[in-house]
């Protein structure tokens, strides 16, 4: 067996007898399910509560507006003096909402006031904002002299129909599906490299550290010693995020089994009503699920295995540079942001750009650049991306793995054997001319 294949077996060995590593591949999933189950949780308890919000309308003609919901109630406090109903609000109510009498009633449009100590959501004073301005409106189209009932009547809200060319039907939201599909296998690639790059690193650190590095590269070279710390971690994820692929399916199977058996219990109380639900919703879904399955899933998926894989050892490479650079995982702080820039970088590019404009320059351009390409591009297949642009991704992508790592290597050899100073940017250019 090769010095390079040893190399892979002992750090794909050494990750995967782990503690950490064992109990973390297996109880991962289930903390995620966990965690799914209690956010879904706190939700429904949070839907629950009411606000109790006091008005106190001098006006008179704007309290009848405001309409209790199942998440808002409303009280008339009109009749009481000002002072009076702001103390009883101020005790009982989260808040109250102040409208004064004007000469003009024009001038309501910036009277209102909403009194409370905590602070409303965005969604609340839209409503309230919606309800006056709903309400002088009105009062503008009488003074005005025109019917506001026929005007209301009169008006249409429009339900777009979406076909394409070929004359299939089209639905909405589906654009959002395409980002979200993609944007979970780029966010994957960006969690791998963050976490496992990270292991690389501290493998090196370790060590360098432990002065082991001086024995083994007494019989190894330092490329083919970093590259067996790339390929065996790089397996060592692989096999974890298959397990976690499994245990996923297993859950979900099974959670879905648990929810057909509450969905059977509760159509025995109201089977008509269910029916007819199904059938208002099942064309709609077959017709999403039909557009996913359109999708060229073979594509994404056989690019994100290529992705995954140059993305990895392309800044696999940096991290064991940085690691055989530093003495401590404390020093390595200053090199690691100009990594994770670009890896951020991608994401916002991906959901600002691509969702709105997929084939446009600007997201073009960062799927072909190398550090943001694994995230960028992921994200635009859904959408449909020429052969020979992904073609040249690719292309690019490994042409500059290997070029980094030519470059990491130079790093790496003289990194691991300096200890006691903390090597700068100017030094570690050094590094690259020796």
Known sequence: MGILALIIKREFIAKVRNKSFIVMTFLSPLLIVGMSFLIGYLANMNAGEVKKIAIHDETGTFKKDFKNSKETTYTDLSALPFKAAKDTASKSYEGLIYIPKVANPKELATKVEYISDDSPSMEFIMEMEDVINHQLTQNNLKALGFDSVKIDSAQVKSDIHLSKFSGENSLKGLNEIK????????????????????????????????????????????????????????????????????????????????????????????????????????????????????????????????????????????????????DSETDSQ???????????????????????????????????????????????????????????????????????????SKIYRVGILMYGKKPTWKEMYKWLKY
């Open 179 to 326: 980002i979200g599909i993609g944007s979970a296998f780029g966010y994957l690639i960006m969690m791998f490299i963050i976490i496992y790059g990270n292991f690389v690193m501290r493998s090196v650190i370790e060590e360098k550290t432990n002065r082991i590095i001086e024995i083994i590269i007494s019989s190894v070279k330092p490329y083919q010693l970093m590259m067996g710390k790339i390929i065996g971690n790089s397996l060592a994820g692989i096999l974890q995020f298959a397990i976690w692929a499994i245990v996923g399916v297993v859950l979900l199977v099974g959670v879905s089994s648990f929810f057909g058996v509450q969905a059977g219990a509760a159509s025995s109380v109201d089977p008509e009503m269910i029916n007819a639900a199904k059938q208002e919703l099942g064309g709609t879904i077959q017709m999403y699920l039909h557009e996913i399955w359109n999708l060229p899933i073979g594509t994404l998926i056989t690019c994100f295995i290529i992705y995954f894989i140059g993305g990895y050892f392309l800044y696999s490479s940096l991290y064991a540079a940085i690691g055989a650079a530093v």
């Open 334 to 408: 200053q090199f690691l942001l100009p990594i994770i820039m670009p890896l951020m970088l991608g994401v916002y590019v991906g959901f600002f750009t691509v969702m709105d404009d997929p084939h446009g320059t600007v997201a073009t351009v960062f799927s072909m650049i190398p550090f943001t390409s694994p995230i960028v591009m992921l994200m635009r297949i859904p959408f449909g991306v020429p052969l020979w642009q992904i073609v040249l991704s690719i292309v690019l992508l490994f042409g500059t793995f290997f070029g980094v790592v030519w470059f990491a």
